[in-house]
């Protein structure tokens, strides 16, 4: 089955220490991106990739990081959390591009605390 | 500046009735429009796409129109069932922005039985 799975699903933290959001997909696909969703601001974007070692930054790259280093995975990395980082993130991946036919992975509720 | 916004926050039809969700935007550069739907607990889930060059896609019970006089999207679904309950975002891409999304913030739909 076609899919895009994060791991984990809930999280709660505490500021400061580093942790990583996992996401793979199984569909061969170029493009990756990392979202937050948060009420009243919809869905932003962290930081995408267009292919192996390529990533960029979206609008709101502060404070993660990303590696691309094979095409199935696009790990989520903060390397030292804070409050505001409290939301609910979204992993999606593409074949064509991230504005067609994007599946989104179930999504990774994290509270930091 | 970029944005994309949404006329309505909240929908509420009867089931069996046409819905109309719209969208506005305001970078008239954006090349493809999309379509996502997003239920409770869930990732968003592609829906439909249109080009800029295009005035109209259909899809099954979904049409999608795009008027760039006013930069207005719209997304309507025929016979509206409870399984379209949901929220629904409108989301813009730019071909040479690779693979960037900017999301509107959402319309809930509801239905009543």
């Known amino acids: 089955e076609a899919q895009v799975t994060q791991n984990p699903r809930y999280l709660i933290t505490v500021t400061g220490k580093k942790l990583t959001v996992t996401c793979s997909q199984n569909?061969?696909?170029?493009?990756m991106s990392w979202y937050r969703q948060d009420p009243g601001l919809g869905l932003r974007q962290i930081y995408y990739?267009?292919?192996?070692?390529?990533?960029d930054k979206g609008d709101v790259p502060e404070g993660y990081k990303v590696s691309r280093k094979e095409k199935r995975n696009f790990p989520l990395i903060l390397e030292s959390p804070s409050p505001n980082q409290t939301s609910l993130y979204f992993c999606?991946?593409?074949?064509?591009?991230?504005?067609?036919?994007?599946?989104f992975g179930q999504g990774t509720r994290l509270t930091v605390v | 500046g970029e944005s994309v916004g949404l006329h309505l926050p909240t929908l509420s039809v009867q089931e069996g009735d046409n819905s109309i969700i719209n969208c506005a935007y305001s970078n008239s550069a954006s090349d493809y429009f999309i379509w996502y739907k997003q239920e409770s607990g869930k990732g968003p889930q592609f829906i439909i796409d249109?080009?800029?060059?295009?005035d109209k896609r259909q899809g099954q019970r979904v049409t999608v129109l795009l008027n760039k006089t006013v930069k207005h999207l719209s997304l309507q679904i025929a016979a509206t069932q409870p399984g379209d309950s949901a929220v629904y975002f409108c989301a813009e891409n730019m071909d040479n922005q690779g693979g960037k999304l900017i999301f509107g913030q959402g319309t809930e739909l509801s239905v009543k039985p």
């Open positions: 569909m061969n696909h170029e493009y």
């Open positions: 249109i080009r800029s060059n295009m």
């Open positions: 999606a991946s593409s074949l064509r591009g991230l504005g067609t036919e994007a599946f």
């Open positions: 990739s267009m292919n192996v070692e390529v990533t």
